[in-house]
C-alpha cells in the first residue's frame, strides 16, 4: 500500500517564483484536504474536494493560491508568486472521516 | 477563539509514567473526535477515535466530555516511543479542526 504519494518531497525557491506542489491519493476515497503546517499556527485546513469539486477554499489564504483537482487521482496546490510567509510544510490527505495523509511537501520561500 | 485548543506541553516524563493530555472544543455541535500522532518532521497519522463513551487500545484510552467540550487521551505505562506530539481532532461536519499539538517526551 503506497499510501498517498506528494512531489516533491522539498521545494526551495525564491520569492515571486511560481510553486506548484502535487498530490497523489490513493482511490477510492471521494475527500481530499489540503493542508499547511506551520510551528506558529499548527496545522490549518486551506481546501477541500469533495468527488474533485472544490467544497470549501476559505482557509486558502489569498489569491495567491489556488488548487485543482482534474481527477480522482490527481490534485494540485499552486502559489503564484510565492512569499516567504508561505514557507510551511504542505500535507495531502483523503478522508472523510478517517485523515490519511501524505508525507508532505516542505516548502521554503527565501 | 480558537475551533481547538491543546495545551501545547512540553511533556517530559519518566518512561513507565501515566500521562493524561486535554483538549477544548469551541462548537457543540462537533459530530467526531480523534486523536493523532505526529512524529519529528513526519505526517500526522490517526492514533484513534473518540467515542462518547470512552474507549481504550492497549495503553491509551480515550474520553469524551460533551457537556463541559473536552476530550482526554491517557497514556499508560509510557514508552520511548511514544514520544510524539499528540493532536486532538475536532469534526463539525462540515470541517475538520486540528489542535496544534502536545509535545511528549518519554526520558529513559
Known amino acids: 500500500d503506497a499510501g498517498v504519494i506528494q512531489s516533491p518531497r522539498h521545494e526551495v525557491t525564491e520569492m515571486g517564483q511560481e510553486v506548484t506542489l502535487r498530490c497523489k491519493p490513493i482511490s477510492g476515497h471521494d475527500y481530499l484536504f489540503w493542508y499547511r503546517q506551520t510551528m506558529m499556527r499548527g496545522l490549518e485546513l486551506l481546501i477541500y474536494f469533495n468527488n474533485n469539486v472544490p467544497i470549501d477554499d476559505s482557509g486558502m489564504p489569498e489569491d495567491r493560491f489556488s488548487a485543482k483537482m482534474p481527477n480522482a487521482s490527481f490534485s494540485t496546490l499552486k502559489i503564484q508568486p510565492s512569499e516567504p510567509r508561505d514557507s510551511a510544510v504542505y500535507f495531502c490527505a483523503e478522508g472523510p472521516d478517517t485523515q490519511y495523509f501524505g508525507p508532505g511537501t516542505r516548502l521554503t520561500v527565501l | 477563539r480558537k475551533e481547538v485548543e491543546q495545551d501545547p506541553g512540553p511533556f517530559n516524563v519518566p518512561e513507565g509514567a501515566t500521562v493524561a493530555f486535554n483538549c477544548t472544543y469551541s462548537n457543540s455541535a462537533s459530530q467526531s473526535f480523534f486523536w493523532y500522532r505526529q512524529d519529528c518532521r513526519k505526517e500526522p497519522k490517526l492514533l484513534m477515535s473518540?467515542?462518547?463513551s470512552g474507549n481504550e487500545d492497549g495503553r491509551f484510552t480515550a474520553q469524551l466530555n460533551r457537556a463541559s467540550q473536552y476530550i482526554s487521551l491517557l497514556i499508560r505505562d509510557s514508552k520511548l516511543s511514544d514520544s510524539a506530539t499528540y493532536l486532538c481532532?475536532?469534526?463539525?461536519?462540515?470541517?475538520?479542526?486540528f489542535g496544534t499539538g502536545t509535545s511528549l517526551t518519554v526520558i529513559p
Open positions: 473518540v467515542y462518547s
Open positions: 481532532v475536532v469534526n463539525t461536519g462540515n470541517q475538520f479542526y
